[in-house]
């Protein structure tokens, strides 16, 4: 009778080996069929500490997609503009640059964040774009009417975020104009009392230092 016990434990022993052997090349046979990336994540999961595994099962949800860590795709934008400030800044980019390129129009956001920036003017978009010197506004498209019905495109969308993400192509530029639809007598100002940084299609770009 006891060797009918030992020969009945034998078997159960082999039975059990035998299922362990079979996990293991399904578990083999299903890597082999796998992209590089789930074979990644697969043996990714089988380096979890213990405590974040039960019976070889990852507590973590795996829907066989590769998993990126969200703070490798975020962006950081150097501008937490309120939404009231980032639509100012669409319209008035639009409105003065919306036949421009993309640099184009990336220069004029970035104008407008320097003075933001400045303390020589006011603290938010909103208020630099609605800033009145001598009781004239300083964006022209302001001062006609044409900045509250422009429509924005994605282009502009496009350019407004990459400044506010820290894309900065100005050379610390504070003002620009238009020379070819500009009254001459203020454009004299700018050339009078301003240091021209460069010219980019139809704007020139200054800086405060004379």
């Not at 009945?8 to 996990?23: A, D, E, R, T």
């Not at 890597?31 to 973590?60: H, M, N, Q, W």
């Amino acid at each position: 009778m006891y060797r009918k016990f030992v020969m009945q434990l034998f078997l159960c022993n082999m039975i059990l080996v035998s299922g362990w052997f079979c996990v293991k090349g399904a578990q083999m046979n299903r890597l082999a069929s796998l992209p590089a990336f789930e074979v990644k994540i697969t043996e990714d999961y089988s380096a979890e500490p213990k405590a974040d595994r039960f019976c070889g099962i990852s507590r973590r949800a795996a829907s066989g997609q590769r998993v990126v860590d969200y703070a490798v795709i975020e962006k950081t934008y150097k501008y937490d503009l309120a939404p009231e400030d980032y639509e100012a800044l669409l319209k008035i980019v639009q409105a003065e640059a919306g036949t421009e390129d993309m640099e184009g129009k990336m220069l004029v956001a970035g104008v407008v964040l320097n003075r933001v920036d400045s303390s020589k003017f006011p603290d938010t978009v909103t208020e630099v774009v609605m800033q009145k010197e001598h009781g004239t506004y300083q964006f022209s498209p302001v001062a006609n009417g044409t900045y509250r019905n422009v429509k924005v495109t994605g282009e502009t969308i496009e350019a407004v975020e990459r400044v506010m993400k820290g894309e900065d192509l100005t050379q610390g530029a504070l003002y620009f104009a238009s020379r070819k639809g500009a009254d001459p007598e203020k454009m004299k100002w700018f050339d009078n009392s301003l240091v021209r940084l460069f010219e980019h299609g139809g704007h020139e770009f200054f800086t405060n230092g004379r």
